[in-house]
């Protein structure tokens, strides 16, 4: 098939190029002149892995294109992926949904025929309902549109895989609709190794992401409150964790006690999703979604006070390594990171901060300019009087505690994401710290 993906962030990029991959014939658009000089010289403008090689091989074949104009995009194709972004609006928690509509806005008055705009993005409930309203408006005579919902379940640092072998594919259409027969044609190969296709009406649709990550944000906060439960009775969260995940309708995944959560979707989607519910009057049916945001937040200041107690009450002037910057590991997102909240807040605290992060280090800069970046891991570790292992890279997990007690000034370390041997570090002469622990 021939498409287009409008919008070439993280998503969209990703899309295209794997788009390609399988066989289609793909346009990228975007308004960025920048982005797209770089993904036409087959450079990706964010690290992802595997994408590179991706990107590459289908603009060499010919398969994958790119452009900054909506007339290209009109004329390449009929069936168009909406991917841009919908950030949080500034002193409120809805979802921005300028770039969305702007999209339909700029595109819909160029197309002729008919044609098929499938959403990615994430977005408030009611949102394509509109925006069907709002092509209908601006569509020319003769020429007809119909939006669907294709969520994205994209997992940074497994893109790649999330894209071309999903785990379901979602499409959400109105009555009488083409959409789900070309979103068949569009995934033909997964669906041909059996991955679930799921038709739905528009709303849930939109519904479904969101409500998985906060599901997800749940299940983080819930271990992150037991984990505080633990440290005030000397329980060990880690070995909670084990024992309840045995059983089968709870699992172990998502019950690792730690930071908490970051990044570019979780924090931002509960939060459009607790402002939307009290747009159509069901505030109360989403108010707990505060108390998991409350949560995942006094993790990162329980790092802080914690970092305190350990140096004597006073960060005044002490030396403190936090190992990573990125929200999670294989990726260079720095969006709402854990990490890098805890690095900015030890540095207002009064401790002289040197970060390392295998991949995000010029994203952090850019957020936190005035904090110390290392050049690798041993350069951070250098004379450091406490370690804070704020993102789970294997890097870090993989580190000689032998070796590394030989670099710092004191074998002090913070387990932030509980993912060391501990027995192994404190073999090594290590004061280990974790959240959630009495070690």
Request: with cysteine; aromatic share 6%; proline share 4%.
């Amino acid at each position: 098939m021939r498409m287009t993906v409008i919008g070439t962030g993280y998503l969209g990029a990703t899309h295209a190029a794997c788009m390609a991959e399988l066989g289609h014939e793909v346009l990228g658009v975007d308004v960025d002149e920048a982005k797209i000089a770089s993904l036409k010289d087959g450079k990706v403008p964010f690290f992802e892995p595997g994408l590179p090689e991706v990107l590459e091989r289908n603009i060499a074949n010919g398969r994958l294109g790119f452009s900054t104009e909506y007339a290209d995009a009109a004329s390449f194709a009929q069936v168009h992926f909406l991917g841009v972004g919908t950030p949080q609006q500034k002193g409120s928690f809805a979802a921005d949904l300028t770039y969305v509509r702007q999209v339909i806005e700029n595109l819909v008055p160029l197309l002729e025929g008919q044609h098929i705009i499938f959403g990615k993005s994430t977005v408030p409930v009611g949102t394509a309902a509109q925006l069907q309203e709002l092509a209908d408006s601006l569509a020319k005579p003769g020429t007809e549109v119909e939006i669907a919902w294709n969520p994205e379940f994209l997992r940074e640092g497994y893109a790649v895989k999330d894209t071309i072998t999903p785990d379901r594919i979602v499409v959400g259409v109105r009555a009488s609709s083409e959409a789900a027969e070309v979103a068949r044609e569009v995934y033909a190969t997964a669906i041909a190794a059996e991955t679930p296709f799921l038709v739905t009406d528009l709303a849930t649709a939109e519904l479904v992401k969101v409500s998985a990550n906060a599901f997800l944000a749940t299940k983080i906060s819930f271990i992150n409150a037991v984990a505080e439960i633990c440290e005030q009775t000397g329980a060990d969260v880690v070995s909670l964790a084990d024992a309840i995940g045995y059983d089968d309708r709870i699992g172990r995944k998502f019950l690792g006690a730690g930071l908490g959560f970051g990044g570019g979707c979780l924090p931002k989607d509960i939060r459009a999703f607790m402002a939307r519910a009290g747009e159509l009057g069901a505030d109360q049916a989403l108010t707990f979604l505060r108390e998991v945001d409350s949560i995942n937040m006094r993790r990162r200041d329980r790092v802080v006070q914690l970092s305190k107690e350990i140096c004597g009450g006073s960060l005044l002037g002490k030396r403190v390594t936090v190992l990573g910057a990125a929200f999670k590991p294989n990726s260079d997102d720095v969006r709402d990171s854990p990490a890098l909240s805890v690095a900015g807040s030890l540095s207002l605290q009064g401790a002289a901060v040197s970060v390392y992060d295998p991949q995000a280090m010029d994203n952090a800069r850019r957020v936190f300019p005035t904090l110390g970046y290392a050049a690798n891991t041993q350069e951070a570790l250098a004379d450091a009087h406490l370690v804070v292992l704020a993102t789970e890279w294997q890097e870090f997990r993989d580190l000689d505690p032998v070796a590394a007690a030989g670099i710092v000034d004191k074998p002090v370390i913070i387990d932030g994401r509980n993912v060391l041997d501990v027995d192994k570090w404190q073999g090594a002469g290590w004061e280990v710290h974790a959240l959630g622990r009495n070690l």
